[in-house]
């Protein structure tokens, strides 16, 4: 399995960024799909899943009603579209899937794409 994540940059705060990542290796529409981010010093934490039929999706509050999280399943694709960016966000983004697994822990994901960095500063 491999995750390829794109789309991360320097925005202003208020900014927009989409986030992609297109998944190989997989039988793609059976896999949940999930977003992490890693912020210096700080442990990687959830931002938002999506469940393979796009019909169950969950985020952190911190991102709720700013973030949104959709998927393609003819192309093996997930995007994170980030509204209205604040300083906090900034962080490196990651994308993961797991077969079985739907929670909010990192470590119980099996598959990690490489990362892209957003940071959110004037």
């Known amino acids: 399995v491999q995750l390829q994540a794109s789309g991360g940059g320097l925005v202003q705060p208020g900014g927009s960024l989409r986030l992609t990542c297109v998944a190989s290796g997989l039988t793609f529409r059976h896999y949940l799909m999930a977003w992490f981010r890693q912020a210096p010093g700080k442990e990687r934490e959830f931002v938002a899943a999506?469940?393979?039929?796009?019909?169950?999706?969950s985020y952190a509050d911190s991102v709720k009603g700013r973030f949104t999280i959709s998927r393609n399943n003819a192309n093996n694709t997930v995007w994170l579209q980030m509204d209205r960016l604040k300083p906090d966000d900034t962080a490196v983004y990651y994308c993961?899937?797991?077969?079985?697994?739907?929670?909010?822990?990192?470590?119980?994901?099996?598959?990690w794409g490489q990362g892209t960095q957003v940071t959110v500063s004037s």
């Open positions: 993961a899937t797991d077969l079985y697994y739907n929670g909010r822990a990192a470590n119980e994901y099996d598959h």
């Open positions: 999506l469940g393979k039929d796009s019909l169950i999706h």
